[in-house]
């Protein structure tokens, strides 16, 4: 077994090197890390036989610190987000408004009477005043500010921590390179110790101890630098995104809030419950003059509050026999005829000589 794994990882890392300086040339990060990929999956295994590193305290921070790159992002997709939806949301308003004026304008219908004229021209003044009130809502200022400022700190942060990032993917590259020195440094000196070293091995030993030691402080360097950085990195990107999500919950309330001080100014609402009573009051004769167009005509009047009648979804018969696997399953003979009442997923809901259950739909042919 252990065998087949490192010829696996052998063949990896050979098939690896045939572009390996084509991406190395670019200071692709990423692609160091794919390279390691034989040493990182025994590491993640743990691979017997093998002694790899593993310190606590940093893997603590660099949980905390995919946690608040998370939070970083999240905040600013919702940003982004509301930037959009609070210029759209006064956008819509004020189309609708419009065309609401020019199906009230006086001058631009045909009326009846001067007093249709009286109350089409009420109307267009009171849509005309709504307009006016949304139209002076001036948000986008103070959006575009928000946006230039607090989102921009978002983003310094972001950019600092994708060097956070990659300065943390480089601890992983010369961690992965200073475990697997040091397995080939001791799996030698095991041999050294039983007597087993070629002369090329023997040649080798003092090469593998000096590529472990400089291994060994580079490694040690950036860990170190990194535990000692990180703690403090964690907290003012802490302290950034929760100042940042204050004050956007701020300016979601100054928005809503500057919309329903506009509104209030159109007319005053006291009590909501003789919005429904004016509806009906206003809208009943032309509910019944539509009611009287032929095209609507029913030769019945129809009854609301019958319930809709369930489709008919026709008949199976039984290819195999089935008894119920669960209580409630319905059971059937082979050629019997079982009346379909619901068809959903592999198990559907018949009924036969009275007893309704689910059956398997494999096990029946629709009639």
């Not at 590193?53 to 921070?61: G, H, K, R, S, Y």
């Not at 946690?67 to 609070?86: D, I, V, Y």
């Not at 004026?101 to 009286?118: E, G, M, R």
């Not at 990032?165 to 440094?185: A, C, P, Q």
Request: overall charge neutral.
């Amino acid at each position: 077994m252990n065998q087949e794994i490192n010829k696996i990882s052998n063949q990896f890392s050979k098939t690896l090197k045939l572009v390996d300086d084509r991406f190395l040339k670019s200071n692709k990060l990423e692609w160091r890390q794919i390279r390691r990929a034989p040493q990182f999956l025994k590491q993640k295994i743990n691979y017997s036989g093998n002694s790899y590193t593993i310190d606590e305290e940093f893997n603590t921070l660099e949980s905390q610190f995919n946690t608040h790159e998370l939070s970083l992002q999240k905040l600013q997709n919702e940003l982004r987000a509301f930037a959009t939806a609070s210029l759209e949301t006064l956008k819509w308003p004020e189309l609708v408004a419009q065309g609401f004026q020019d199906l009230d304008d006086p001058y631009s219908n045909f009326k009846n009477s001067a007093n249709t004229i009286d109350e089409a021209y009420d109307a267009w003044t009171r849509t005309s005043k709504y307009k006016h009130h949304i139209q002076s809502i001036n948000f986008a200022s103070k959006m575009n500010l928000f946006m230039s400022m607090e989102f921009k700190k978002l983003e310094d942060v972001g950019s600092i921590s994708k060097l956070v990032s990659k300065k943390i993917g480089t601890r992983l590259v010369f961690l992965l390179d200073y475990d697997k020195l040091y397995n080939e440094h001791e799996m030698l000196c095991e041999k050294q110790e039983r007597g087993e070293l070629s002369l090329k091995q023997s040649n080798s030993i003092y090469s593998i101890k000096r590529k472990l030691d400089e291994s060994k402080i580079k490694y040690e360097s950036i860990n170190s630098i990194l535990k000692l950085s990180l703690p403090k990195f964690l907290h003012y990107m802490k302290e950034v995104i929760n100042v940042i999500e204050i004050k956007f919950q701020f300016l979601n309330y100054e928005f809503y809030q500057s919309i329903v001080e506009k509104l209030k100014k159109v007319q005053q609402v006291e009590d909501t419950s003789d919005i429904m009573s004016q509806f009906k009051e206003r809208n009943e004769p032309l509910f019944t003059k539509i009611e009287q167009l032929s095209i609507i005509t029913f030769s019945h009047p129809v009854d609301y509050t019958k319930p809709i009648p369930e489709a008919d979804l026709g008949f199976c018969y039984a290819l195999y026999d089935f008894n119920g696997v669960e209580p409630g399953d319905l059971s059937f003979k082979k050629g019997n005829r079982i009346k379909i009442l619901e068809r959903t997923g592999d198990w559907w809901v018949g009924v036969i000589n009275g007893q309704q259950g689910p059956f398997p739909s494999n096990y029946v042919k629709l009639e």
